[in-house]
C-alpha cells in the first residue's frame, strides 16, 4: 500500500475537552474520580460511592473512549484511558476529559501527548504560569503541534509500539508473580510452620539499621547508580555508599517501605539500609521477613512519618535454624536471577521503545505495509 501524506496542524484539531455535568440521582452510587486516583494509562479506584458525599469538584462526565489527563503537575504520570463502560463515573474539574474525533485513532493520540518530550513541555508551560500549582488549560494541549499520518498508519504505529508495551508488561507481571512465589515459601516455612523449639529473639539480633546519607537533588549526577528514598528509586548518582546487592527501609515519609536493589546503590537520609549478622550475602530472608512486619504501626512522629530504629530492632521474632535459611536463599536466589533476566529484557525494550517512539511519531521512520 502507497504510503499517505502527513498533515502539519494542531491536536485540537482532533480533540475536544469535555465537560458534560453529571447529573445525580438521589442516593445513587457513583465512582468519583481525582487526580489520584488514575496513573500511567491505567484508572486504579473503582470504589462506589453515595453521590451525596461528593465533593464539590465532582462533576464531569465520562464515556468509555475518553482520556484523562490531570491539569495539574503535567509530568506526574496522572492519565488514563477509560476502556470499560463509565456509565456511572464521575470526574473531578481537575482532570480533563477529551475525545478524540474520527481523524485520529485515540491510542495514537495517547501516545503522542504522553510522550516524555510533549510531558516535559506542558509541564514547562506549568511552572511558568502563575498559580498555587504548576497547571495547563486545555488551550495548551489545543495549540501542540502535530505531524498527522493517516488513520491507517497511525494504527500501524500503534501496533508497533503496543507490541513493545505488551512485551514489558508480561515481563512485569511475570516478575510480580516471581517474588509472590518466594514469599508464599517463606511464608510458609517461617510463619505457618514455624516450631516451637526456635530460638527467641529480637529483629536487632538478625539484622543492622544504618542510616542513609543525604544528597540533594541538584548534586545528583543524573545516571550511574540507583539514589534510593523512602518510596524506592528517586534518581540517579555517579558513585554508590552500598555494594548490592541490599535492603532499603523507608525511615521518613513513606514509612517503613522494603525495597530490594540488586545493584550498587545509594540511600539518601530518609532512608536506613540493611547490614545482616547472620553473615547473609543474598538477604533473600532478611528482604521477605522485613516485609512481613508492620512497620507502619510504629510510626513515632505525627507530623512527618517516622520509623525509630530502636524501637524496630526490638520487634520479637522466632529464629529460625542457619540451614533452613539458607535453603530458602538458594531457592530464592533461582527465582531472582530469573527475575534479574527479566529486568534486563525490559530494559532493553524499554530503549528500543523509547528510541523508535519519536522517530515512529514523527514520520523519520515509517512502518512498511
Not at 455535568?21 to 453515595?50: A, M
Not at 540517579?236 to 535492603?247: E, M, R
Not at 529464629?319 to 535453603?327: A, D, G, Q
Not at 530458602?328 to 530503549?351: A, C, M, P
Request: glycine share 6%.
Amino acid at each position: 500500500m502507497r504510503m499517505g501524506e502527513w498533515k502539519e496542524s494542531k491536536l485540537g484539531e482532533y480533540v475536544d475537552s469535555i465537560s458534560e455535568t453529571y447529573k445525580f440521582k438521589p442516593y445513587e452510587q457513583v465512582v468519583f474520580l481525582n487526580t489520584s486516583d488514575i496513573l500511567l494509562g491505567r484508572v486504579i479506584n473503582h470504589e462506589l460511592q453515595d453521590s451525596a458525599g461528593l465533593p464539590g469538584q465532582a462533576k464531569k462526565k465520562i464515556k468509555n473512549g475518553d482520556f484523562l489527563f490531570s491539569e495539574i503537575r503535567p509530568a506526574n504520570g496522572r492519565y488514563a484511558m477509560i476502556d470499560f463502560n463509565a456509565e456511572n463515573y464521575v470526574v473531578s474539574t481537575k482532570l480533563m476529559v477529551l475525545r478524540c474525533n474520527d481523524k485520529i485513532d485515540r491510542n495514537f493520540f495517547k501516545i503522542f501527548l504522553t510522550s516524555k518530550e510533549r510531558l516535559e513541555y506542558l509541564q514547562m508551560i506549568a511552572e511558568d504560569r502563575s498559580g498555587t500549582f504548576p497547571q495547563i488549560t486545555f488551550d495548551h494541549i489545543y495549540n501542540l503541534d502535530i505531524s498527522l499520518p493517516p488513520l491507517f498508519e497511525q494504527k500501524a504505529i500503534v501496533s508497533v509500539l503496543s507490541s513493545l508495551d505488551d512485551k514489558i508488561d508480561l515481563l512485569q507481571r511475570q516478575n510480580k508473580t516471581l517474588e509472590a512465589m518466594a514469599e508464599t515459601l517463606f511464608r510458609q516455612w517461617f510463619v505457618e510452620k514455624a516450631q516451637e523449639d526456635w530460638e527467641e529473639g529480637t529483629l536487632g539480633d538478625l539484622i543492622e539499621l544504618v542510616y542513609g546519607k543525604g544528597l540533594k537533588r541538584s548534586e545528583r549526577a543524573g545516571v550511574g547508580y540507583p539514589v534510593v528514598g523512602s518510596s524506592g528509586i528517586v534518581g540517579f548518582h555517579s558513585n554508590y555508599l552500598v555494594q548490592g546487592p541490599g535492603i532499603v527501609i523507608g525511615r521518613k515519609g513513606t514509612l517503613g517501605k522494603t525495597i530490594y536493589i540488586e545493584d550498587n546503590f545509594y540511600p539518601i537520609d530518609t532512608t536506613y539500609y540493611v547490614k545482616s549478622r547472620i553473615n547473609s550475602n543474598s538477604l533473600f530472608f532478611e528482604y521477605f521477613l522485613l516485609k512481613n512486619i508492620n512497620f507502619e504501626e510504629m510510626n513515632t512522629d505525627s507530623a512527618v512519618p517516622g520509623l525509630n530504629r530502636n524501637i524496630a530492632l526490638s520487634v520479637e521474632l522466632t529464629i529460625p535454624p542457619t540451614e533452613l535459611i539458607k535453603k530458602f536463599s538458594e531457592f530464592t536466589k533461582q527465582v531472582f536471577e530469573k527475575r534479574s533476566n527479566n529486568k534486563s529484557q525490559i530494559r532493553i525494550l524499554e530503549k528500543l521503545r523509547d528510541t523508535l517512539l519519536p522517530k515512529l511519531m514523527s514520520g523519520e521512520v515509517r512502518v512498511a505495509y
